[in-house]
C-alpha cells in the first residue's frame, strides 16, 4: 500500500518523496491514491487564501497563484492531455487517427487557443473566490475531481490496450481500487455540501454533469478512455466545479 501511494505521487506529482521500483505489484493501488494528490493541491489553495487574506493581498494576485498552484504541483500533467484531447477533437478525423494525434507530443494550434481560453477564464472565476469557506467547497473538488478520473479509468472502457493510463489499469486490485475511489468521492462531496449547502451541491451536480459528457463523449469520438482523456475530465471537471461555486454563491446574494 505504501509503495502504491509513492506510486501514485511519483506519477502524478512533481512532490519529491521516496522513488520506489517501476513493476505492476508497487502499482496495484496507485489509482485509489489518486486523490490525495489533489487533497495537497486543496490544502495549498486554503493556505494560500490565507496568506492572500493576512497580507491583503489583491484578487487578481490570489487566482493567478491559485491557477499556478496545480501546475506546480503536478507538472502540468493533466493539461497536457486536455490540449491533446482538443488537438485529436478538432480534426474531426475518424477514431483512429484521433488516437494517433492524441499520442503525438507536439501541440497544435486549436490546443493553444483551448489552452489560452482555460486560464483566462479559470483565472477569472478564481478572482471571486474571495472567502475561506468558497475556497474550501473548490479545494474540495480538486479530490473530488480525481477520485472520479480515477474512477472511470477502472470502470470505463479502454480506447486503447497500451498506454501509460493501462499501466496503473491494468495491475489494480479492482475492487479496493473502486472502493477506495467511491469513499473519497462521497468524503469529498459530503464535505462540500456540509461547507456551503448551495455551493457544494451546485458543484457536486456539476462534476457528474461533466461525467455524463465524458463518457458519452470519449465512447462516441475515441471508442473509450485513454490518459489523455482522462486529464481532459478533471481538467474540465475542476474548472465547472469552480464556475459553479462562483455562479451558485452570488445568486444566493441576490
Known amino acids: 500500500m505504501v509503495r502504491s501511494l509513492l506510486s501514485a505521487f511519483l506519477m502524478y506529482s512533481r512532490i519529491p518523496v521516496p522513488k520506489v521500483e517501476w513493476k505492476e505489484e508497487n502499482r496495484r493501488y496507485a489509482l485509489g491514491f489518486f486523490p490525495l494528490v489533489g487533497a495537497v493541491i486543496g490544502g495549498l489553495l486554503l493556505l494560500w487564501r490565507y496568506i492572500c487574506d493576512e497580507l491583503q493581498l489583491g484578487q487578481f494576485l490570489f487566482a493567478a497563484g491559485t491557477v499556478f498552484l496545480p501546475v506546480l504541483v503536478t507538472g502540468g500533467i493533466h493539461l497536457d492531455g486536455f490540449c491533446d484531447v482538443n488537438d485529436a477533437k478538432a480534426s474531426y478525423a475518424d477514431r483512429k487517427k484521433r488516437l494517433e494525434i492524441m499520442s503525438d507530443p507536439h501541440i497544435g494550434s486549436f490546443a493553444v487557443m483551448k489552452l489560452c481560453l482555460y486560464l483566462i477564464i ?19 473538488g480538486y479530490v473530488l475531481s480525481r477520485a472520479i478520473s480515477g474512477l472511470t479509468a477502472v470502470t470505463f472502457k479502454s480506447a486503447k490496450s497500451s498506454g501509460t493510463l493501462q499501466s496503473f489499469v491494468h495491475p489494480a486490485h479492482r475492487k479496493i481500487t473502486i472502493a477506495m475511489q467511491v469513499c473519497f468521492l462521497f468524503l ?67
Open 122 to 140: 479559470q483565472t477569472a472565476l478564481f478572482s471571486q473566490v474571495r472567502t475561506m469557506e468558497t475556497a474550501s467547497v473548490v479545494a474540495c
Open 188 to 254: 469529498s462531496g459530503a464535505a462540500m455540501i456540509f461547507l456551503l449547502p448551495a455551493e457544494g451541491s451546485a458543484a457536486f451536480a456539476a462534476a457528474i454533469l461533466v461525467l455524463v459528457y465524458h463518457r458519452f463523449a470519449a465512447y462516441r469520438d475515441f471508442g473509450g478512455v485513454t490518459g489523455d482523456l482522462c486529464g481532459w475530465f478533471l481538467q474540465m471537471c475542476e474548472i465547472m466545479i469552480l464556475a459553479a461555486v462562483v455562479f451558485s454563491e452570488r445568486i444566493m446574494t441576490l
